[in-house]
Nanobody
C-alpha cells in the first residue's frame, strides 16, 4: 500500500524554525509533484507549497513566501518543508500530499498529518 509518512512537527516559539519531512513508501513518487497542505482549527485545508517532479519548480502560498522552503531528496524518496520565522498563524496540522497536485487541487495521496504549534 502506498504510504506517505510525515515527521518533524512540534511546539515552537514565534520566530522559531521547524523542518517537516515526508517519506514516500514507493519510488514512483519520484515521478510526481509533491507538496504540503495545512488545516488550522475551524478552517478549511489550504495549500502551502509544492515542488515539481523534476525539483526544478516550486510554488508557495503568499502567506509563507520568503519563510518556507520546499525541497526533495530522490534517493530518500523524501520531501522537506523548512519553516523559518514561524508565526502563531502557522499553527495547523500539516499534511504531505503527492500526485498531480496544483496549488488549487491536491493529489490523490495523503500523509497522516503532523501538528505544528507556534506559541509562547
Amino acid at each position: 500500500q502506498v504510504q506517505l509518512v510525515e515527521s518533524g512537527g512540534g511546539l515552537v516559539q514565534p520566530a522559531g524554525s521547524l523542518r517537516l519531512s515526508c517519506a514516500a513508501s514507493e519510488r514512483t513518487f519520484n515521478n510526481y509533484p509533491m507538496g504540503w497542505f495545512r488545516q488550522a482549527p475551524g478552517k478549511e485545508r489550504e495549500f502551502v507549497a509544492l515542488i515539481s517532479w523534476t525539483g526544478g519548480s516550486t510554488n508557495y502560498a503568499d502567506a509563507v513566501k520568503g519563510r518556507f522552503t520546499i525541497s526533495r531528496d530522490y534517493a530518500k524518496r523524501t520531501v522537506y518543508l523548512q519553516m523559518n520565522n514561524l508565526k502563531p498563524a502557522d499553527t495547523a496540522v500539516y499534511y504531505c500530499n503527492a500526485g498531480w497536485l496544483t496549488s488549487t487541487t491536491p493529489g490523490d495521496y495523503w500523509g497522516q498529518g503532523t501538528q505544528v504549534t507556534v506559541s509562547t
